[in-house]
């Protein structure tokens, strides 16, 4: 029983304190539109060199975990995602706050992002080495499919028109395309000109995207923000729990999906939320509600990104190779302490990896009454601020975050045109959602495909390389399943009399 | 398109690290007048890469050095271009300093809108490189270099090999070897040398061109079949090197750092001393040595000298690359 007492190493003062610095100062900055987990991870890096690489890992993990949480108060209260991994989190939880249920969608996401990052790290300890296997299965056509059933799940699950859906999501693969192709290396769509050999950044144009449309419509609108809650109402955590009891395998099935999502480096929280927000719609009793305000939205989401940090910190530690962004700096901040991950983090340095993974166990659990605490802030200062000071606080808060990402300022005029035209799209339909992840996805698929081309090449059969693979056509089959069930649906609602006989 | 002077927005990094200046109150009292302040270290990468990671490795010597903070901040986009093109218009005291890569900043400017020439940089240091290398798992039936060129010969273009990006360091070296062994080979790029073993551990590749540090980290599942280097290296005694097999293929992905053009050349100068006595500490040669890298010195002064003999080294493997465009 030597793993308990290295998990209660976790518990020293030091730790205990680091938990919870760490997971606070991440909630903050996954709360700030532009300020990563990325971010927040590397410019703590130098704290961590005097620590202990237990401490250090406790340290990093945590302000992960919190910033992944963080990002959902944005997306609830804002309408835009702190992080890319809540972009899904906006389809319910926008619409809960705009009928005067922010705090409860708060309190919701406290719970699923408790729920799921314990799974994910629970996964970690248990079945780590097992599930990193599932990293290697991973070859370049598989991503370039993932991508592609990320892209047609978007578009299924877009209220409204499904038309309308290709084509945001067709504009963000064309954004994409924008700079130095990754293979190949070629230039496209610079014209000439530095600043766009850079590309369009995905978190420039998310905050433009999504933030920009808001706050021309809090300007343009009279009426407040935000439904004021009700008065003398708490977090209404008696409610959340019944919701969260109700929606217990939704969380289950969310946080499963988010951890194996993560495990496969590239693809990362978004994609992960994406898919579980679709699966809960899928086996959901009224699939209508989704995008109204469904609490089950918010909990699919919200479990499911934040088991992908646990995830995402299989490959990472089991086989050194990182997750997800966050998980790269870290990893560097290991080798530079001299410190290398691998198989022997569940062998020789297994007591690093359990005390971490307590470390980790307790970040997230001090998540639960931390975030209620700022949640319950965060949503009755954002209803009771005045439009005339929220509005350039948050035009402040993207100009900042947006430059901060890459210290370019060129990343902060991409942002304000994108947000115009995401603005006059909207308004014919074009939601930023498939957009934003057309842009994050475009690349991947690319990527996956040029590769794949150039195996096929190799290997003298394009064909077998494309549709022979078994994961391959597991996909495959997803793919035509999510496109295929919503064709069929439309059909039987516009024929019904022809269905029933 | 220069909407903001680079000294005039505040930036996260620059405030982090002013806030952790003022909290540790270290360092040795200095005599020597050169930094005045703490310096901006700009990698024109996003951080975990192994640009970050050698930085982060000078960044304690070089406090301990200087009584200065090294603060290091990123700048990512086109492959480094994004940074490189701006370099020029930061302030020329010696206190911003950036990063630069080989073949990187020779190649990129091949393409008008990299907007930056090689010799807009001015290095003034170059302190180690990531030795090419050809990589196979430890279950290879690869047990040597001449087994992989038996195998390419047998099938020509059959052998694939994953690697860190287009026209990189291992780009290029595939060309070069692939030329000097009279194969043909077929060389898939990935983003990064993350991607790339990932690919070659789950044996979608049957080979990588990677670099020793790859190896290093990833040694229980991976062996080199030869290094790119002059001599074996230390960490790895039993993998001979391309030159005592018969070809004469050295390099890898350099790494320097340069200042704007308008520094003082006596500015530069220093700063090449302070880094050169970095590279000399016995602590921090160990630590680079344990990651793979291999320290080179090419102080401000050899540096052009430097950058020729590299140029020279790419040409005719460029050509080649553009012709098969």
Same mark, same amino acid.
């Given at each position: 029983?030597?793993?308990?007492?290295?998990?209660?190493?976790?518990?020293?003062?030091?730790?205990?304190?680091?938990?919870?610095?760490?997971?606070?100062?991440?909630?903050?900055?996954?709360?700030?539109?532009?300020?990563?987990?990325?971010?927040?991870?590397?410019?703590?890096?130098?704290?961590?060199?005097?620590?202990?690489?237990?401490?250090?890992?406790?340290?990093?993990?945590? =302000?992960?975990?919190?910033?992944?949480?963080?990002?959902?108060?944005?997306?609830?209260?804002?309408?835009?995602?702190?992080?890319?991994?809540?972009?899904?989190?906006?389809?319910?939880?926008?619409?809960?706050?705009?009928?005067?249920?922010?705090?409860?969608?708060?309190?919701?996401?406290?719970?699923?992002?408790?729920?799921?990052?314990?799974?994910?790290?629970?996964?970690?300890?248990?079945?780590?080495?097992?599930?990193?296997?599932?990293?290697?299965?991973?070859?370049?056509?598989?991503?370039?499919?993932?991508?592609?059933?990320?892209?047609?799940?978007?578009?299924?699950?877009?209220?409204?028109?499904?038309?309308?859906?290709?084509?945001?999501?067709?504009?963000?693969?064309?954004?994409?395309?924008?700079?130095?192709?990754?293979?190949?290396?070629?230039?496209?769509?610079?014209?000439?000109?530095?600043?766009?050999?850079?590309?369009?950044?995905?978190?420039?144009?998310?905050?433009?995207?999504?933030?920009?449309?808001?706050?021309?419509?809090?300007?343009?609108?009279?009426?407040?923000?935000?439904?004021?809650?009700?008065?003398?109402?708490?977090?209404?955590?008696?409610?959340?729990?019944?919701?969260?009891?109700?929606?217990?395998?939704?969380?289950?099935?969310?946080?499963?999906?988010?951890?194996?999502?993560?495990?496969?480096?590239?693809?990362?929280?978004?994609?992960?939320?994406?898919?579980?927000?679709?699966?809960?719609?899928?086996?959901?009793?009224?699939?209508?509600?989704?995008?109204?305000?469904?609490?089950?939205?918010?909990?699919?989401?919200?479990?499911?990104?934040?088991?992908?940090?646990?995830?995402?910190?299989?490959?990472?530690?089991?086989?050194?190779?990182?997750?997800?962004?966050?998980?790269?700096?870290?990893?560097?901040?290991?080798?530079?302490?001299?410190?290398?991950?691998?198989?022997?983090?569940?062998?020789?340095?297994?007591?690093?990896?359990?005390?971490?993974?307590?470390?980790?166990?307790?970040?997230?659990?001090?998540?639960?009454?931390?975030?209620?605490?700022?949640?319950?802030?965060?949503?009755?200062?954002?209803?009771?601020?005045?439009?005339?000071?929220?509005?350039?606080?948050?035009?402040?808060?993207?100009?900042?975050?947006?430059?901060?990402?890459?210290?370019?300022?060129?990343?902060?005029?991409?942002?304000?045109?994108?947000?115009?035209?995401?603005?006059?799209?909207?308004?014919?339909?074009?939601?930023?959602?498939?957009?934003?992840?057309?842009?994050?996805?475009?690349?991947?698929?690319?990527?996956?495909?040029?590769?794949?081309?150039?195996?096929?090449?190799?290997?003298?059969?394009?064909?077998?390389?494309?549709?022979?693979?078994?994961?391959?056509?597991?996909?495959?089959?997803?793919?035509?399943?999510?496109?295929?069930?919503?064709?069929?649906?439309?059909?039987?609602?516009?024929?019904?009399?022809?269905?029933?006989? | 398109?220069?909407?903001?002077?680079?000294?005039?927005?505040?930036?996260?990094?620059?405030?982090?690290?002013?806030?952790?200046?003022?909290?540790?109150?270290?360092?040795?009292?200095?005599?020597?007048?050169?930094?005045?302040?703490?310096?901006?270290? =700009?990698?024109?990468?996003?951080?975990?890469?192994?640009?970050?990671?050698?930085?982060?490795?000078?960044?304690?010597?070089?406090?301990?050095?200087?009584?200065?903070?090294?603060?290091?901040?990123?700048?990512?986009?086109?492959?480094?271009?994004?940074?490189?093109?701006?370099?020029?218009?930061?302030?020329?005291?010696?206190?911003?300093?950036?990063?630069?890569?080989?073949?990187?900043?020779?190649?990129?400017?091949?393409?008008?809108?990299?907007?930056?020439?090689?010799?807009?940089?001015?290095?003034?240091?170059?302190?180690?490189?990531?030795?090419?290398?050809?990589?196979?798992?430890?279950?290879?039936?690869?047990?040597?270099?001449?087994?992989?060129?038996?195998?390419?010969?047998?099938?020509?273009?059959?052998? %694939?090999?994953?690697?860190?990006?287009?026209?990189?360091?291992?780009?290029?070296?595939?060309?070069?070897?692939?030329? %000097?062994?009279?194969?043909?080979?077929?060389?898939?790029?990935?983003?990064?040398?993350?991607?790339?073993?990932?690919?070659?551990?789950?044996?979608?590749?049957?080979?990588?061109?990677?670099?020793?540090?790859?190896?290093?980290?990833?040694?229980?599942?991976?062996?080199?079949?030869?290094?790119?280097?002059?001599?074996?290296?230390?960490?790895?005694?039993?993998?001979?090197?391309?030159?005592?097999?018969?070809?004469?293929?050295?390099?890898?992905?350099?790494?320097? %750092?340069?200042?704007?053009?308008?520094?003082?050349?006596?500015?530069?100068?220093?700063?090449?001393?302070?880094?050169?006595?970095?590279?000399?500490?016995?602590?921090?040669?160990?630590?680079?040595?344990?990651?793979?890298?291999?320290?080179?010195?090419?102080?401000?002064?050899?540096?052009?000298?430097?950058?020729?003999?590299?140029?020279?080294?790419?040409?005719?493997?460029?050509?080649?690359?553009?012709?098969?465009?």
């Amino acid at each position: 029983m030597e793993i308990f007492s290295y998990l209660l190493a976790a518990l020293t003062p030091v730790n205990l304190m680091l938990a919870v610095l760490g997971v606070s100062a991440g909630i903050v900055i996954g709360a700030l539109p532009g300020l990563s987990a990325t971010m927040a991870v590397a410019v703590l890096v130098p704290i961590t060199f005097g620590m202990s690489p237990e401490a250090a890992l406790i340290l990093l993990g945590a =302000i992960y975990t919190g910033a992944i949480y963080g990002g959902s108060y944005s997306a609830i209260l804002i309408n835009t995602p702190g992080t890319p991994s809540a972009i899904a989190t906006t389809f319910d939880g926008y619409p809960m706050a705009r009928k005067g249920d922010g705090d409860l969608a708060v309190t919701l996401s406290t719970m699923s992002s408790t729920a799921g990052g314990l799974f994910g790290v629970l996964a970690l300890v248990t079945l780590g080495p097992l599930l990193a296997t599932i990293a290697l299965k991973f070859g370049p056509v598989e991503y370039f499919w993932l991508a592609i059933f990320g892209l047609t799940v978007i578009s299924a699950l877009s209220e409204g028109s499904t038309l309308k859906a290709f084509i945001g999501a067709a504009i963000g693969l064309l954004l994409s395309t924008v700079g130095l192709a990754v293979v190949g290396g070629d230039v496209r769509y610079a014209f000439g000109s530095q600043f766009l050999l850079g590309g369009v950044e995905q978190i420039s144009a998310l905050i433009g995207l999504y933030c920009i449309p808001v706050l021309i419509d809090l300007v343009a609108k009279p009426d407040a923000h935000l439904q004021a809650p009700e008065k003398g109402r708490g977090l209404r955590i008696a409610e959340g729990f019944g919701l969260m009891w109700r929606g217990k395998f939704n969380a289950l099935r969310s946080s499963i999906i988010g951890t194996i999502v993560a495990i496969l480096p590239g693809a990362g929280g978004s994609i992960a939320s994406l898919v579980s927000y679709s699966e809960a719609r899928r086996a959901s009793k009224n699939p209508e509600a989704f995008g109204k305000g469904e609490p089950n939205g918010v909990i699919a989401t919200e479990s499911s990104n934040n088991a992908t940090v646990g995830g995402g910190f299989i490959p990472t530690l089991v086989l050194g190779i990182p997750g997800t962004p966050p998980d790269a700096v870290i990893l560097g901040a290991l080798l530079v302490q001299g410190f290398r991950t691998g198989p022997e983090m569940f062998g020789a340095n297994s007591a690093v990896t359990y005390t971490f993974v307590g470390g980790l166990l307790v970040a997230t659990l001090v998540m639960l009454p931390i975030g209620l605490l700022i949640g319950r802030y965060a949503f009755k200062s954002i209803v009771s601020i005045p439009k005339a000071l929220l509005v350039p606080a948050i035009a402040f808060m993207t100009i900042i975050g947006t430059y901060a990402i890459r210290n370019n300022p060129f990343d902060v005029v991409v942002m304000v045109v994108l947000g115009a035209l995401g603005w006059v799209l909207c308004r014919y339909g074009i939601k930023p959602s498939p957009i934003v992840l057309g842009l994050i996805l475009g690349p991947i698929a690319e990527q996956g495909f040029v590769q794949g081309y150039l195996m096929g090449n190799a290997t003298g059969s394009l064909g077998a390389v494309f549709f022979g693979r078994p994961l391959s056509m597991g996909i495959i089959a997803l793919i035509l399943l999510s496109t295929l069930i919503p064709l069929w649906n439309s059909w039987r609602r516009q024929h019904p009399k022809e269905a029933l006989s | 398109m220069r909407l903001f002077t680079w000294s005039k927005l505040p930036c996260l990094a620059r405030l982090a690290g002013a806030c952790l200046a003022a909290l540790s109150l270290i360092g040795p009292a200095h005599a020597a007048d050169f930094p005045e302040r703490n310096v901006q270290y =700009i990698i024109p990468f996003v951080p975990g890469g192994e640009s970050d990671i050698s930085a982060r490795l000078q960044q304690k010597y070089f406090e301990e050095l200087t009584g200065k903070q090294l603060i290091i901040q990123y700048m990512a986009g086109g492959g480094g271009a994004v940074a490189w093109s701006q370099l020029n218009g930061m302030p020329a005291d010696g206190h911003t300093i950036m990063g630069t890569n080989l073949p990187h900043i020779i190649i990129k400017p091949m393409d008008k809108s990299a907007g930056f020439k090689t010799e807009d940089l001015k290095d003034f240091y170059y302190f180690h490189f990531s030795p090419d290398a050809l990589v196979v798992t430890n279950d290879s039936p690869y047990k040597t270099l001449d087994d992989f060129i038996a195998a390419a010969k047998q099938a020509p273009g059959a052998v %694939m090999l994953s690697g860190s990006g287009t026209q990189s360091s291992n780009d290029l070296s595939h060309a070069k070897f692939d030329k %000097m062994a009279g194969i043909t080979t077929t060389y898939i790029p990935f983003k990064g040398t993350g991607e790339a073993v990932t690919a070659l551990l789950g044996k979608q590749v049957n080979a990588s061109w990677g670099y020793s540090t790859v190896v290093a980290n990833h040694r229980d599942k991976t062996r080199m079949l030869a290094v790119a280097t002059d001599e074996r290296m230390p960490m790895f005694p039993d993998v001979p090197t391309f030159k005592e097999l018969g070809y004469d293929l050295t390099g890898g992905a350099y790494r320097g %750092m340069a200042v704007p053009k308008a520094t003082p050349d006596e500015t530069a100068q220093k700063l090449a001393d302070i880094f050169g006595q970095i590279n000399q500490n016995p602590e921090f040669r160990k630590k680079m040595d344990e990651l793979g890298f291999v320290l080179v010195d090419e102080p401000f002064k050899q540096v052009p000298a430097f950058l020729a003999k590299q140029k020279e080294s790419y040409a005719p493997v460029l050509e080649q690359l553009n012709a098969a465009k």
